[in-house]
């Protein structure tokens, strides 16, 4: 069967030329065999699909089946469109109340999840297991949805660009000397300091990457390290994803685990969980990311490089304006990576200021240059007018003329706003991304600098005096701070405050050719449609990034305060009292409830209030607090104990999950299934 599945992915890609692009004919009854060994028969398209498994529902994204999704896991948050996907729990223990609501035809799930086995068994809802233990697994489960979808050819073209990051990456890597590899591992703090095991496709990663993995002689998706053995393979670079730092590093305090090289030198990487934990869509992004982590000393040097830097193709942008000769977005490799550009050439020489270079003149070029991950650390040692000349040089640009910004963010997310009033017009043009990287200015620290991840143009049809371009950098960059409070994007390091940008944002003013005009501040015509220009293109663009949408979901919000529903229940039980996979299944249950997630949202809003101290007094919202775990409970409850540590969250937000978790404590017993398979499983 997998090789018939294979035959068909193979003519679909010769076919290809001559089918319509969307999706191929697929032929039913439809027999595949699923990774767990199962045979599944298709007789007709699946029409309504729920995905328990966050790998493949970023694989039906990838492949442009996401209109066949009518419901996800709170793990998968991007792109931006999953938003609309309704959520029916978590990957450990999905609601099978929320499930049933979607009506599926079709469920991808785990071999963890017996409860929807047990449920849909007998059913005509068709069952498929997608569990990937290895990156050869992470392709064949690609076929095997892209089968089911009717997505053969995408799904193979996915593959295969997938394998063409990765060999990249290991023809770079193979010119490392071995005795210049680096000993990496990846933490996994679950209880104590644990490590995935041999057979792990995440020492497969560390693997491609040119790194060496630990050997324990232990298979498994997770296995402890004795202090003996941490000692011995001695890392030299620690990685690890969410919240897992701080659930291990007060072991770094302690004999034998502090003297690692890693630890005394402090070489640790924190990476997004999707890439980390996950053989999907992701494998070649992060493998790369990761390789120039490890080398990042060695691995933009021009002895690793592979292939020469080149311009590709462009593909043009719409500004209206006398003195735009052209605009672009232009495809490179640069240092052996697929680079984006937007390119803006001016008729004329301009006058622009630039906050990443001042003021400058004589501008014929103006670029928002996007960095892929692997380039993300290249500008930090090489002066930035080096690595300007030498993108300039691949871009067919005077670098003398030219004035740049670098991004982080992809150049997919664009966005670019208009906004006229009578004869006059206000571009933006805005690239944005705050994952990371965001900021609250006045109460985070600055301990380094990047080039830029909020990037922002502004082009008008008029001319700009000095004045009015310098004010009008005033009135982008408050316009830019309304869109994240309104979208409440949290600060990367205080995450209980919302953000005021991202800490490396850049803003380019063009002089303008047309009417004089001296002032673009807040209560000008002028500064009105630059505001709403850049609040509308911040906004969209951290949509297109982050999937910092409006209506994400209470479960979305959470993870951007770093607040991990395993973690609230531990701690709130404490050591051995009680079962807490259970609890965090439970909390999972009454939070895809829109009732219970607004009380929580609810709660987010008030809690920033009572920081700002907008609010003193929360006697009402202690009453509300105990009409929640009442409600839960199905029976009056005395007041929910203060069993959560004060920095479990902020008091506010604190309260309202002891009401939750006093109310989940205080009901009665339910019959629980084991879950004894699912502890220590990845999503």
């Known amino acids: 069967m997998r090789t018939a599945l294979r035959m068909r992915v193979l003519a679909a890609v010769f076919m290809a030329a001559s089918l319509v692009p969307s999706a191929l004919a697929v032929e039913y009854p439809l027999i595949v065999t699923d990774m767990g060994g199962r045979e599944v028969t298709l007789t007709k398209e699946p029409r309504r699909i729920v995905s328990v498994s966050p790998s493949v529902t970023e694989v039906i994204f990838a492949l442009g089946a996401q209109h066949l999704l009518v419901g996800r896991t709170y793990h998968t948050t991007r792109p931006a469109a999953v938003n609309d996907i309704p959520v029916v729990g978590g990957y450990f223990k999905p609601s099978i109340e929320e499930v049933e609501k979607q009506e599926p035809d079709l469920i991808f799930l785990s071999r963890i999840h017996r409860d929807l086995r047990d449920r849909f068994a007998g059913s005509t809802v068709l069952l498929v297991e997608t569990d990937t233990r290895s990156m050869a697994d992470g392709y064949r489960m690609m076929e095997l949805v892209g089968a089911i979808v009717g997505r053969e050819r995408e799904a193979a073209e996915l593959i295969g660009r997938i394998r063409a990051q990765i060999d990249r990456v290991q023809r770079k890597v193979a010119k490392i000397p071995r005795d210049k590899r680096k000993r990496v591992i990846r933490l996994m703090g679950i209880a104590g300091i644990m490590t995935p095991g041999d057979d792990s496709f995440q020492n497969e990663f560390i693997r491609a990457a040119g790194g060496i993995p630990p050997s324990t002689g232990r298979n498994g998706p997770a296995v402890e390290m004795t202090v003996e053995e941490w000692r011995k393979f001695n890392p030299q670079l620690i990685y690890y994803c969410g919240d897992e730092w701080r659930l291990s590093k007060i072991y770094f305090d302690t004999p034998g685990w502090k003297d690692a090289d890693a630890v005394r030198l402090k070489h640790f990487a924190r990476f997004p969980c999707d890439f980390t934990c996950r053989a999907s869509v992701h494998m070649g992004d992060f493998i790369a990311w990761l390789a120039s982590v490890i080398y990042e000393d060695v691995f933009h040097l021009d002895d690793t490089a592979v292939s020469e830097d080149h311009r590709n193709t462009s593909e043009a942008v719409d500004l209206h304006l006398p003195y735009v000769k052209s605009a672009v977005i232009t495809d490179c490799m640069f240092r ?348």
């Not at 990443?356 to 993300?376: F, K, Y």
């Not at 706003?417 to 006059?424: L, V």
């Not at 004045?467 to 960059?477: D, E, F, Q």
């Not at 607004?598 to 008030?606: C, Q, S, V, Y």
Request: net charge negative; with cysteine; glycine share 8%.
């Open 336 to 683: 052996d990576f697929f680079n984006r550009t937007l390119l803006i050439d001016f008729t004329e020489p301009m006058r622009c200021i630039n906050t990443l270079e001042g003021p400058v003149e004589d501008i014929r070029t103006i670029g928002n240059h996007s960095l892929p991950m692997p380039l993300w650390h290249f500008p930090h040692g090489v002066a930035l007018s080096h690595v300007k000349t030498m993108l300039c040089n691949v871009l067919e640009r005077d670098s003398a003329t030219s004035t740049l910004m670098y991004t982080g963010a992809r150049m997919e997310s664009l966005s670019v706003q208009k906004r006229s009033y009578k004869s006059m017009t206000a571009y933006a043009l805005v690239t944005a991304g705050a994952e990371t990287n965001a900021i609250r200015t006045g109460t985070d620290s600055g301990d380094y600098e990047e080039p830029g991840t909020i990037n922002i143009i502004i082009l008008t049809n008029t001319r700009l005096t000095p004045r009015a371009m310098t004010r009008a950098l005033i009135t982008a960059t408050e316009a830019k701070t309304a869109a994240l409070q309104d979208l409440d994007v949290r600060s990367s390091y205080t995450p209980s405050r919302q953000a005021t940008g991202t800490g490396t944002d850049n803003i380019v003013v063009v002089e303008g050719r047309g009417p004089r005009v001296d002032n673009s501040g807040g209560h000008t015509k002028m500064g009105e449609l630059i505001a709403e220009a850049v609040y509308a293109a911040v906004t969209d663009s951290l949509g297109k990034q982050n999937g910092l949408v409006d209506r994400r979901d209470v479960f979305r919000r959470m993870h951007e305060r770093k607040i991990d529903l395993h973690g609230i229940a531990a701690q709130y039980l404490g050591a051995g009292r009680g079962d807490v996979l259970e609890l965090t299944s439970g909390l999972e249950g009454l939070l895809v409830q829109p009732q219970y997630a607004g009380f929580l949202e609810a709660a987010f809003a008030l809690s920033d209030a009572y920081r700002a101290r907008l609010m003193s007094d929360l006697t009402e919202f202690t009453r509300t607090c105990g009409r929640v775990s009442a409600a839960i409970a199905g029976r009056p409850v005395p007041a929910a104990p203060r069993l959560l540590p004060e920095d479990a969250a902020p008091e506010v937000v604190r309260m309202a999950f002891e009401a939750l978790l006093h109310g989940l404590s205080s009901a009665p017993a339910a019959e629980k299934a084991s879950s004894a398979d699912s502890k220590d499983a990845r999503p």
